[in-house]
Nanobody, 119 residues
Framework: QVQLVESGGGSVQAGGSLRLSCALS????????MAWFRQAPGKDRERVAT????????LYPDSVKGRFAITQDNARNTLYLQMNSLKPEDTAMYYC????????????WGQGTQVTVSS
């Protein structure tokens, strides 16, 4: 049973930084691509960062490009999201997710960690 557990959320002032972590366990397949999503109340879920199975290619939407960075440790069991220059509109619940391979739906989800950015 694949499990994802996020940590690192909290409250920060605009312009500040946070780093989220996601611990992955229970996996038996060794080629997962992973991503961070966020969802604010009343808004659609948004994928904010993706890292592919080569652990090199990443993808970001314009809303966070240049401010957020997704990385994965060498053992591929912890995923990070470094968030800099945070804005109030970044306030949301952040989730990590994993899928087998580089395409298709994300199958595994964490429980989420709250990020609140005040102006």
């Amino acid at each position: 049973q694949v499990q994802l557990v996020e940590s690192g959320g909290g409250s920060v002032q605009a312009g500040g930084s946070l780093r989220l972590s996601c611990a992955l366990s229970g996996y038996t397949y060794n080629r997962y691509s992973m991503a961070w999503f966020r969802q604010a109340p009343g808004k659609d879920r948004e994928r904010v960062a993706t890292i592919y199975t080569d652990n090199l290619r990443t993808l970001y939407p314009d809303s966070v490009k240049g401010r957020f960075a997704i990385t994965q440790d060498n053992a591929r069991n912890t995923l990070y999201l470094q968030m800099n220059s945070l804005k109030p509109e970044d306030t949301a619940m952040y989730y990590c997710a994993a899928r087998r391979g580089d395409t298709g739906d994300f199958e595994y989800w964490g429980q989420g960690t709250q990020v609140t950015v005040s102006s």
